[in-house]
Nanobody, 116 residues
Framework: QVQLVESGGGLVQAGGSLTLSCAAS????????MAWYRQASGKQRELVAT???????DYADSVKGRFTISRDNDKATVRLQMDSLRPEDTATYYC??????????WGKGTLVTVSS
């Protein structure tokens, strides 16, 4: 079992920054692919950024150059640094983990609201 707990969401003005953190339980963190997804009201959940076991990183086009994903295997955490935030970044952000076996886990989400 993997439990994921997100933190760091909140209200920020457009152009501001926030850092989201996801703390993971379990001993398999280093072998997990980790990611952040988001879901805006009335929209489908979408991938924001991924970081693989080997540190390979990918971003959605909409956040490239503004968001940075990182992981700390010793602390079993994954972070999402969000800069130059826009109102369209408003969403609930979810932490995602995929174990080597393919089993997927989700956090409960943290709300990010960007005011214009």
């Amino acid at each position: 079992q993997v439990q994921l707990v997100e933190s760091g969401g909140g209200l920020v003005q457009a152009g501001g920054s926030l850092t989201l953190s996801c703390a993971a339980s379990g001993s398999t963190f280093a072998s997990n692919t980790m990611a952040w997804y988001r879901q805006a009201s009335g929209k489908q959940r979408e991938l924001v950024a991924t970081i693989g076991r080997g540190g390979d990183i990918d971003y959605a086009d909409s956040v490239k150059g503004r968001f940075t994903i990182s992981r700390d295997n010793d602390k079993a955490t994954v972070r999402l640094q969000m800069d130059s935030l826009r109102p369209e970044d408003t969403a609930t952000y979810y932490c995602y983990a995929r174990r080597y076996s393919g089993i997927i886990y989700w956090g409960k989400g943290t709300l990010v609201t960007v005011s214009s």
